[in-house]
Every structure is written in structure tokens, then in C-alpha cells.
């Protein structure tokens, strides 16, 4: 679909996309369900960037889980760079958080079903996969490291526009995150905290059809947004100024004659206010003029 870029009443260009240039991060967060990965799809291609610079968090960490398991020295390095090793357990005090034993034991019979395992050993790497697939949270401390090396070995993601998606997601994560930009110079171009009630996450992930998709694990997901999530905009805004981070409402919808909503008018919706909290030029998107006064 083609965009307008109005000269005037009279004048129009259509553009396929506009072509942006520079360097920076822009930041997407907010709950499960609300359309972060189909807005940062839309916003990349309306933006001309490629998906090698669209990162989701979830999307490291299933390809960090599976390169380690086809290459086994990719697997030797997660255990000696990131202390993610799959010869330790990940009962050891020494080498985990008391916090995450904790959790790790609250899980620990779906966890053994899960691995069809014969013993009781459960290992870091296990755990990892465990709650990448099952939707719980990944420790901070693997999170921050994976990123932290995906920065600092990627000249292209230092030195041009980057979608981050779905992280930060705690105040320790973004911390160490935003130490990580001032350290390698990478400045944040915005934080697009989009938000969904209670009732609008869960008639769209139980309509997903994941396996994750529980009742239980939504209930879960949508606590954890309001008890870690939401602080963690707070103290963006609070670090970088409220400037930096923009609220959209991400419950757009756009019926179609049969009165069902259309979801890809609806995300194009929900685009155009991302557009305009990005402060772009007076740009037309999907049809419809997004004016920056």
C-alpha cells in the first residue's frame, strides 16, 4: 500500500515507503497481546528497515536456544560467555539466584514432564528452554548478557535505526540496557509503550491458539506487565525525559462492511499514531494524513 506525502492541497507524491537514516533504538513495550510484533513489522517496512534490525526478544532467545543445540561450540560458548551451561544445575546456589530456585520449583513437575526426563537433573539451559517455550520469564541476568553481546558484535545495529521489541521488560533489565547504549553510543529514539486492557490481551492471545496461551500463563503475563513493566516505562521516562516515551492506544479497531473487524486496517490505525509520536514529516500512511504540528 502506497503513503501520500501532501505539498499542498493540490499536490500529492505517492511514496512505497519513506527511507530513513541515522542511528538509534526505538523501544516497543507494553503487554502480551498488544501488537508489538505486527506494529514493529509495520512500522519496518513503512521505515525501509530490514528485519535483520527488527529485534524481539523472544525471537534471540528461541535462536540462541536453537544454534546451541545444532552447534556445539556455539553451546560452549553460551556456557563459559553467558553462564547458561547445560552441566550445571540450575539448583546450584552458587550459580543462580535463590529467586529463580524459587521459581524453577514451582514449575519443577510440568518442567520434568516437559523434558522427558528420567532423572531430577534440570540444567540452565534447560531452564532456559523451559520458560522461552512455556512464556515465563528468562532470568535478568541471561537476558541482559545476550543482549549486550548481540550489540557489541553487530557494527550495523551500533550505526543504524534498530527496532527493539518486547524489551526491556524490568527496571534491572533496562538499567543495564541503557548502560549498554551509553556505552557503545547507540542514542534512543523513542519509547512506544502501547497499551490493551485486561480483557483486550485476553481475546487476542486465547484467539492466537499457542500452545502458551493458557488462561493460567495470561492471568500471569498481564500481572507481570503491571507489576514489572509498567515501572520499568516509569523509570525510562523518569531517565530520559518524558519526551522520550509516547503512550499509544493499541485497541484501534476498524470494522468492515460485515461489521468484523478488519485487523490490518486496524494495525495501519495503530500505526499511524506510532508514526505520530515519532514526530516524522506530515506523511500520509494507509490512507490517511498523520500532521506533526
Not at 109 to 129: A, P, V
Not at 134 to 160: F, M
Not at 277 to 291: C, D, H
Request: net charge positive; with cysteine.
Amino acid at each position: 500500500m502506497s503513503k501520500q506525502l501532501f505539498l499542498n492541497e493540490d499536490i500529492k507524491i505517492n511514496v512505497n515507503q519513506v527511507s530513513i537514516e541515522g542511528k538509534g533504538v526505538i523501544l516497543l513495550t507494553g503487554p502480551s497481546g498488544c501488537g508489538k510484533g505486527e506494529i514493529s513489522k509495520a512500522l519496518c517496512k513503512f521505515l525501509a528497515i530490514p528485519k535483520t534490525r527488527r529485534l524481539s526478544m523472544g525471537n534471540i532467545l528461541r535462536m540462541t536456544i536453537s544454534k546451541a543445540k545444532q552447534d556445539k561450540e556455539f553451546k560452549l560458548i553460551l556456557a563459559d560467555k553467558y553462564d547458561i551451561n547445560d552441566k550445571t544445575s540450575i539448583f546450584n546456589l552458587n550459580k543462580n539466584k535463590p529467586e529463580t530456585i524459587k521459581e524453577v520449583h514451582k514449575h519443577k513437575e510440568k518442567l520434568i514432564t516437559y523434558l522427558r526426563s528420567n532423572n531430577n537433573f534440570i540444567s540452565q539451559f534447560d531452564w532456559l528452554e523451559f520458560c522461552v517455550n512455556s512464556g515465563l520469564l528468562v532470568p535478568d541476568k541471561w537476558t541482559k548478557k545476550i543482549i549486550k553481546a548481540l550489540l557489541e558484535n553487530s557494527l550495523d545495529l551500533r550505526n543504524q535505526i534498530t527496532i527493539l521489541d518486547g524489551y526491556p521488560r524490568t527496571i534491572v533489565a533496562a538499567k543495564h540496557l541503557l548502560k549498554t547504549f551509553e556505552k557503545l553510543n547507540i542514542p534512543i529514539i523513542k519509547v512506544l509503550h502501547l497499551f490493551i486492557s485486561k480483557e483486550q490481551m485476553k481475546a487476542r492471545t486465547l484467539n492466537r491458539k499457542r500452545a502458551d496461551d493458557t488462561k493460567e500463563n495470561l492471568e500471569r503475563r498481564y500481572q507481570f506487565y503491571i507489576d514489572k513493566v509498567q515501572p520499568c516505562v516509569d523509570y525510562l521516562k523518569y531517565y530520559l525525559g518524558t519526551e522520550k516515551v509516547a503512550l499509544i492506544d493499541a485497541h484501534q479497531p476498524i470494522f468492515d462492511s460485515n461489521k468484523q473487524i478488519d485487523i490490518d486496517a486496524s494495525i495501519h490505525q495503530v500505526v499511524l499514531s506510532v508514526i505520530q509520536a515519532l514526530e516524522l514529516p506530515k506523511v500520509n500512511y494507509a490512507g490517511q494524513s498523520v500532521i506533526i504540528d
